[in-house]
């Protein structure tokens, strides 16, 4: 047994339903945790189980590229061997992605920052708690993301790692994005014309535009998506935010910026 399974199984604490059941918890934390359950599994487990659970997280989780290309990615797999070497492989990528991205979007932060975000991201934390070593950032504000709120957990959490952050609720939105010199947000799935996140975030963008503020997004290459089904039905808690100039997305490829059209240059590292 490796080591990366002898810790999984020592830690784990989580089964297919209790990830199913969280509504606050952001794509990144929920992924990772799928991952260590499923390297936690005996061989015999793994080999019946891998298919069939991912494709239930990926239906549950339909907006969240991460699940949806979990289960695309298994499917090719036909060993416990191979299913083993694979979800190790992705807890490593999006333990390197993060830190990458981290790293890539403070260097390109200005001195003393005001930053807006919603919802409650991984990522989203990792650059902020950079950018705090870095000394780049002034504060954070916090929409508190009803209904579920996990916008104020979020702030408490940053709070208790020394950021200096406020929490306001949604609908002063408007004063957030004219206080802050930018926002910055997670992303559950994008492709090349659009990403999707937490619900409140279309009308984030839309004052960015309006007021002349960038907005960030910070997704790793792991929740593209090369298609999406215009008609697909997604959950009410999340919502399709079309790329428009002055967004800036940062993977662990780079920063890219959406051209005339509203598009991101295809990468062919996806």
């Not at 061989?43 to 907006?63: G, M, P």
Request: aromatic share 6%; charged share 30%.
């Amino acid at each position: 047994m490796s080591e990366l399974r002898k810790r999984a199984r020592k830690l784990q604490k989580v089964d297919i339903e209790t990830l199913l059941a969280d509504r606050t918890r952001g794509a990144t934390s929920l992924y990772r945790d799928a991952l260590k359950y499923f390297i936690a599994l005996r061989d015999e487990e793994l080999k019946s189980q891998l298919l069939q659970d991912t494709a239930i997280l990926a239906d549950h989780f339909n907006v969240m590229g991460l699940f949806r290309r979990l289960h695309k990615d298994v499917k090719k797999l036909t060993n416990p061997e191979e299913m083993r070497t694979y979800l190790d492989n992705c807890l490593h990528r999006i333990n390197r992605n993060q830190s990458l991205i981290a790293e890539n979007c403070t260097r390109k932060l200005p001195l003393k920052v005001t930053i807006l975000t919603i919802s409650s991201s991984t990522l989203v934390s990792s650059i902020l708690l950079e950018a705090a070593r870095s000394g780049k950032l002034k504060q954070v504000i916090c929409l508190r993301s009803g209904p579920a709120n996990e916008g104020e957990q979020f702030a408490k959490d940053l709070g208790n790692r020394g950021i200096k952050v406020s929490c306001i609720d949604d609908d002063r939105i408007r004063d957030g994005v004219l206080t802050s010199d930018l926002s910055l947000s997670g992303c559950d799935l994008w492709t090349t014309a659009f990403f999707i996140n937490k619900t409140g975030t279309l009308r984030l963008s839309e004052l960015a535009i309006e007021y002349g503020k960038p907005l960030w997004i910070a997704a790793d290459n792991l929740r593209h998506a090369a298609e999406f089904p215009s008609g697909e039905n997604i959950d009410p808690n999340f919502e399709i935010i079309p790329f428009k100039n002055g967004f800036r997305l940062f993977s662990e490829s780079g920063d890219f910026i959406p051209d005339k059209t509203g598009r991101l240059p295809d990468n062919e590292s996806l």
